[in-house]
């Protein structure tokens, strides 16, 4: 059973379009997270949601645009892609915004073309 | 401002080898720290810990924060090759914050 699945794993696009990366976890969590990865590995938070709302904001271009329908999913939309934004996009979650450990997606490779 | 320092870097040894991964950290609002092993992409949740002085373990890994000191390690005995990845130390805040640092790559070799 995967915990936290991200779909597509493989994104590849031109510079100008608009695409979404969804993210799904199955374990019961309230929080979700949505991190990028930089060329130098590091991990970067760039949003936290907790059961549905807002609780993190990293500072990001506003063309980064998070939604949860529900607690069990936190999709990003990302509009007028540019070459920055390739990295790897990883989805976590836990169980509540104050404890546990975060568990992770395998990520989503996002290329700009 | 927040900072994560993990020593070493990188460490390479042989199967059997006992390592110990060192971690200091300076986090306003410091909740927990957390320790993940990453294996090509996504971390793997190893430990968290939020008292000082309590060592956690998973068998053949164990960790210990000092919060005094600002201080964590992480220990990996009879090493396999199986354990090579990068080890990542993450503080956390009450806000939910992590705070990433570089990791230390550890490899084991048969």
């Known amino acids: 059973d995967t915990a936290v699945s991200q779909t597509p794993k493989y994104l590849v696009t031109q510079m100008g379009n608009d695409k979404s990366i969804k993210c799904e976890q199955n374990l019961g969590h309230d929080t979700m997270y949505w991190y990028k990865q930089d060329s130098k590995k590091f991990l970067k938070i760039m949003f936290s949601y907790n059961n549905k709302e807002l609780i993190i904001n990293e500072t990001v271009p506003n063309r980064f645009s998070p939604k949860s329908p529900d607690k069990a999913h936190l999709n990003l939309h990302i509009n007028s892609l540019e070459l920055g934004d390739s990295a790897v996009y990883f989805c976590?979650?836990?169980?509540?915004?104050?404890?546990?450990?975060?568990?992770f997606g395998p990520g989503t490779r996002l290329t700009v073309t | 401002e927040d900072k994560v320092v993990q020593s070493p870097l990188s460490l390479v040894v042989h199967e059997g080898d006992t390592v110990t991964l060192n971690c200091s950290y300076e986090v306003t609002n410091f909740r927990s720290l957390l320790w993940y092993k990453q294996e090509k992409k996504a971390p793997t949740f190893l430990f968290m810990l939020t008292s000082s002085g309590i060592e956690k373990k998973s068998g053949r890994l164990s960790s210990i924060l000092d919060k005094k000191e600002l201080f964590s390690i992480l220990n990996i005995t009879a090493t396999q090759t199986g354990d090579s990845a990068v080890y990542l130390c993450?503080?956390?805040?009450?806000?939910?914050?992590?705070?990433f640092g570089t990791g230390t790559r550890l490899q084991v070799f048969p």
């Open positions: 976590a979650s836990s169980q509540d915004a104050a404890g546990g450990g975060q568990y």
């Open positions: 993450v503080p956390r805040r009450f806000t939910d914050k992590l705070i």
